[in-house]
């Protein structure tokens, strides 16, 4: 059974006035008759041949906004496919025992091995964050949970390889390999241990399960309808919020010239922070981002590598999923554990490859 | 009567599926994917029918009524199939000049060094731009000054080129779109007569390399306005 007990609490939506709270009750606990889905199903259509017609979305800044919007769906979603297969996976064929050992592991053996499990996962980022909700629902230290959702997505053999031919293998490859390797790797534990040390409860938000996978902890259903139940509801959920991170993500694309950042090249701690807000807005996948990292030329290696330690960390997209899967003050300490270390770490990083 | 909630998550479910199948059946992947990742279309294709058909079939087994279709669920399962109906709207939409505006010239996978050409007359437009960075790379692809090219591109508009001539550019892409920057080389049509084209559009242009101030330009003795090629970005390689 889950142990972070998805159900909504009663408190949920306190800070409400009366009348806000009964509208978000209804919201979610009313029900869609047929009729009312036909006729949303009808409106959804008319809207999609109404734009075009009216020919909405030709223009270069539509086209630029939808192009890189549906791109960055289109690649995240079979991550996040990969992770909720492992998800449920987790959920449905691996036995309580299994997390009950781990979770009695003392934490000083679990945040190593959750570390150093990314290279065993190799998925970016998308696919980490319901492999780590599930974990941690299962019993494994809430610490260890993060440590694996944010170093596997920096661990994973394949970004470690992008990195290396980005900076031209001998050239400054190895040291940049080493520099996001390690520099991830130790912000992942910090992070870990200082947003981790709390129950599972704490930690996770509430999503209501679905009835298959209720249905699976308490073993009404056989396990194959338990594993598409965890998988589509995995994958529906996380999805959305995938489609939402995007689209913010593809604004600022669409809206923001890359050349306005390129002026703040030359103080260490600005440019550091310049690129990790580049980062943070361009929503990159790991596997791609040391090509684009390797680009700033104008700005040092440490800022560089702050770029690429922080973007599968935290992102917009990735923000939008942590809300969903945490809880809100997730994202806020996340960054302000991260950033100030990933900072350091980068000038550190500098001063030792000058 | 109300909806049972399963049938519309399989049914957003099957539209992703749907969705996928055609993109890796018509091939038009590279519209949003480098060669890179582009494994991720027929994984997400089959995986995606198989979740939609084994969620179908376990849904279907379950006697017992399933739990009912809120506005809330629904309306998270309209917003998943946004980017679906984004493509049925602008079904053919492209990178241009604007987003060549928006991004900062291509210089990102300038830094890392792809194969050379099998041979110089197939020289693209990064070979060309990292040549003028690198003897070693220009000497080992043959690109040189009086090489004669042929290119393929679009005319971005950008204002930082020779005088006198324009930049013709394709985008290239490492893992998504979302990557993707145009990588561009000056093209002098004085020879022509024609020294300007309205930006977005499409050229082949056959000339010879030339070297001014340190950067290559074709000198273009034949230019071919064109129409967008089926795959209009190339894919970063290394």
Aim: include cysteine; aromatic fraction near 8%; proline fraction near 5%.
């Amino acid at each position: 059974m889950e142990r972070s007990g998805f159900a909504v609490p009663a408190a949920r939506g306190a800070g409400l006035p009366a009348a806000a709270r009964r509208a978000r009750g209804a919201w979610e606990t009313r029900t869609v008759s047929g009729a009312a889905l036909g006729r949303l199903l009808g409106v959804f259509v008319l809207l999609v041949l109404t734009a075009s017609e009216a020919g909405l979305g030709q223009g270069p800044a539509q086209q630029t906004f939808l192009l890189v919007f549906t791109s960055i769906v289109v690649e995240a979603l079979p991550f996040i496919l990969l992770g909720a297969l492992a998800s449920a996976a987790i959920a449905v064929f691996l036995p309580e025992r299994t997390f009950g050992s781990i979770a009695r592991m003392p934490l000083a053996l679990q945040l190593p091995s959750a570390a150093l499990g990314g290279i065993a996962f190799p998925v970016c980022e998308c696919g980490s964050v319901p492999v780590a909700r599930r974990l941690i629902s299962r019993g494994v230290h809430p610490a260890a949970g993060i440590t694996f959702m944010l170093a596997s997505p920096v661990m994973n053999p394949i970004v470690l390889l992008s990195t290396w031919v980005a900076y031209g293998g001998h050239e400054r490859g190895a040291e940049m390999v080493a520099g996001r390797a390690g520099l991830g790797l130790i912000t992942a534990v910090v992070a870990g241990l200082a947003i981790g040390r709390t129950r599972a409860d704490d930690l996770l938000r509430s999503r209501p399960s679905t009835h298959e996978e209720r249905a699976h902890d308490h073993g009404h259903a056989g396990r194959a309808t338990a594993f598409s139940g965890h998988l589509v509801g995995d994958f529906l959920f996380m999805g959305k919020f995938i489609v939402l991170g995007a689209a913010l993500s593809a604004f600022v694309q669409a809206a923001v010239p890359e050349s306005t950042i390129s002026a703040l090249g030359g103080d260490p701690v600005l440019s550091t922070l310049a690129l990790m807000a580049v980062a943070y807005l361009l929503s990159l996948c790991s596997e791609a981002d040391a090509f684009i990292a390797a680009s700033f030329t104008s700005f040092t290696l440490g800022s560089q590598l702050a770029f690429l330690v922080l973007g599968p960390i935290a992102d917009v997209k990735l923000s939008v999923l942590y809300g969903a899967t945490f809880r809100r003050w997730f994202v806020a300490r996340l960054l302000v554990v991260t950033v100030p270390l990933i900072i350091a770490g980068s000038l550190v990083f500098e001063a030792l490859i000058r | 009567m109300s909806v049972d909630a399963r049938i519309a998550r399989g049914g957003a479910l099957a539209a992703w599926a749907v969705f996928f199948v055609l993109l890796w059946s018509t091939g038009t992947t590279d519209r949003y994917l480098g060669s890179r990742t582009q494994w991720v279309v027929p994984f997400g294709a089959v995986v995606l029918t198989l979740a939609a058909t084994a969620y179908a079939y376990s849904s279907a087994r379950t006697r017992r009524r399933g739990q009912q279709l809120t506005y809330r669920e629904a309306v998270s399962l309209f917003a998943l199939l946004v980017p679906l109906a984004a493509v049925l709207v602008v079904p053919h939409a492209a990178l241009g000049s604007f987003a060549a505006s928006r991004k900062s010239g291509g210089s990102y996978f300038l830094q890392a060094r792809p194969p050379a050409p099998a041979k110089p007359s197939d020289v693209s437009f990064l070979d060309i731009r990292i040549a003028e960075g690198d003897d070693d790379f220009a000497l080992e692809a043959g690109i040189k000054k009086g090489l004669r090219v042929r290119l393929l591109g679009l005319v971005t508009g950008a204002k930082n080129v020779p005088a006198g001539t324009f930049e013709l550019a394709r985008f290239y892409v490492a893992c998504c779109v979302a990557d993707a920057q145009p990588v561009g080389v000056p093209i002098d049509g004085s020879a022509l007569g024609r020294r300007h084209f309205k930006p977005d559009t499409w050229l082949q242009v056959t000339g010879s390399l030339e070297r001014r101030r340190g950067r290559f330009v074709v000198a273009a003795d034949r230019i071919v306005p064109t129409r967008e090629p089926s795959q209009p970005y190339l894919s970063f390689r290394t």
